[in-house]
Nanobody
Framework: QVQLVESGGGLVQAGGSLRLSCAASGRTFSSYGMGWFRQAPGKEREFVAGISRSGGSISYADSVKCRFTISKDNAKNTVYLQMNSLKPEDTAGYSC?????????????????WGQGTQVTVSS
C-alpha cells in the first residue's frame, strides 16, 4: 500500500510559478512510475506529466510542455511538478498517482494509488 500526499498548491498570478510535491509512504516508491493529473471544474481529469521509476522516461501534455517540469527523488520518496509561466487555464485540482509497473501512463485507470490533490488557482 502506498499513500500519496500532495502539497504546494495555492493562488498565484498569471506568469508566476509554483512547485507541487507529492510525498509517498512505503519502501517501494522507487519501483513506481508516477503521474500528475489535473481536473478543472466541469472538465474531466487530464494527464499533465509522467515519469518512469528511474526518471529516465518523461512525458508532458502539449499544453504544459516547456513550462512544467516533473522530477522524482527516490531517496526522499517524493515527486515534484515545477510549474512556470502559469496561465489562468492551468487552474485546477492537481493530483499525483503511482503505478506499480514502473512506467507512467496517460490513462488514469492504469494507476494504482492516488493522492487527495492540491488546488492551484491562477489569476489573470
Amino acid at each position: 500500500q502506498v499513500q500519496l500526499v500532495e502539497s504546494g498548491g495555492g493562488l498565484v498570478q498569471a506568469g508566476g510559478s509554483l512547485r507541487l510535491s507529492c510525498a509517498a509512504s512505503g519502501r517501494t516508491f522507487s519501483s513506481y512510475g508516477m503521474g500528475w493529473f489535473r481536473q478543472a471544474p466541469g472538465k474531466e481529469r487530464e494527464f499533465v506529466a509522467g515519469i518512469s521509476r528511474s526518471g529516465g522516461s518523461i512525458s508532458y501534455a502539449d499544453s504544459v510542455k516547456c513550462r512544467f517540469t516533473i522530477s522524482k527523488d527516490n531517496a526522499k520518496n517524493t515527486v515534484y511538478l515545477q510549474m512556470n509561466s502559469l496561465k489562468p487555464e492551468d487552474t485546477a485540482g492537481y493530483s499525483c498517482a503511482a503505478a506499480k509497473g514502473g512506467n507512467y501512463y496517460y490513462t488514469r485507470a492504469l494507476y494504482d494509488y492516488w493522492g487527495q490533490g492540491t488546488q492551484v488557482t491562477v489569476s489573470s
